[in-house]
């Protein structure tokens, strides 16, 4: 409640502030990006294989992974379901929420769809290129689910700033 009644005085509109916030949410950024890229290519607890090991394992049909592992939910645990498929999405919440505090631009009217399909996109593009990576180095499985559910997570991400956006413009009275 604290951050709203900054937002109300007017606070976190000074330049300085906003200067901070970026910042911050820069360096949040960062360390999400690193976290990622160590849960997804060097964790030994999802499921990493030794060298000799490895092969090359993909899934191109949609939904069948997500299919399987709600159907056997049970036998494979929580645990696992959880982390397959909510955690391909949370994992890419924090992508589409940060990455307009960050970047501060197309914030209003029409630019706010734009920035929406743009982060959209993007965020399926860096799924496609996790996947591509987890393919080529025999670390993971490239799995057409994981770029959906990452996609819907980056989506949802976004989704979740437009309505702090809009709560804050309200607060603070400005145009929405």
Request: proline letters at 2%; one cysteine or more.
């Amino acid at each position: 409640m604290w951050l709203f009644g900054l937002f109300k005085q007017g606070r976190i509109l000074e330049k300085g502030t906003k200067r901070r916030v970026k910042k911050l949410g820069t360096a949040f950024f960062v360390l999400y990006v690193l976290v990622l890229v160590y849960l997804l290519f060097f964790s030994e607890g999802y499921g990493r294989v030794a060298d000799a090991e490895r092969e090359y394992r993909y899934n191109l049909v949609p939904f069948v992974e997500i299919r399987r592992f709600w159907t056997y939910r049970k036998i494979v645990g929580t645990f696992a379901l959880f982390t397959n498929v909510f955690g391909n999405v949370l994992g890419f919440v924090p992508y589409g929420f940060i990455l307009p505090v960050i970047t501060g631009k197309m914030r209003n009217g029409f630019f706010i769809i734009l920035s929406g399909f743009f982060i959209i996109l993007s965020g399926f593009f860096i799924s496609l290129t996790i996947e591509v990576i987890q393919l080529l180095t025999k670390v993971g499985c490239f799995d057409v689910d994981d770029m959906i559910l990452n996609t819907l997570g980056a989506a949802l991400g976004y989704g979740i700033y437009a309505v702090c956006d809009r709560i804050r413009r309200k607060i603070n009275g400005k145009k929405i």
